[in-house]
């Protein structure tokens, strides 16, 4: 059984910075891509960043690139979100997500079948 917990969400003034991290368990993770997706208020769940299973590819959203820098520790099964000159449009709940297929990088359209429970990010004018 796969579990992503995230942690490291909070209130930040517009300009600040905020440090998300995801552990995971139940497989190995140094085998599968993972990635972060956000949900704003009103809005559908949106990719946010992407890391291939080694590390070495990252993809991000147009919105985000230049502030947002994906990494994972594989001898820590954790994967984190630095997020950088925060902006009121970046409040959202933001997820840990993971795929089904190994050895990828994950995208806007990788299929993700785990989720985290969601850490709430709140970026204040």
């Known amino acids: 059984q796969v579990q992503l917990v995230e942690s490291g969400g909070g209130l930040v003034q517009a300009g600040g910075s905020l440090r998300l991290s995801c552990a995971a368990s139940?497989?190995?993770?140094?085998?599968?891509?993972m990635g972060w997706f956000r949900q704003r208020p009103g809005k559908e769940r949106e990719f946010v960043a992407g890391?291939?299973?080694?590390?070495?590819?990252?993809y991000y959203a147009d919105s985000v690139k230049g502030r947002f820098t994906i990494s994972r520790d594989n001898a820590k099964n954790a994967v984190y979100l630095q997020m950088n000159s925060l902006k009121p449009e970046d409040t959202a709940v933001y997820y840990c997500?993971?795929?089904?297929?190994?050895?990828?990088?994950?995208?806007?359209?990788?299929?993700?079948?785990?989720w985290g429970q969601g850490t709430q990010v709140t970026v204040s004018s």
């Open positions: 997500a993971a795929p089904r297929t190994p050895y990828n990088v994950v995208v806007p359209t990788t299929t993700i079948v785990y």
């Open positions: 139940g497989r190995t993770f140094s085998n599968y891509g």
């Open positions: 890391i291939s299973y080694s590390g070495v590819n990252s």
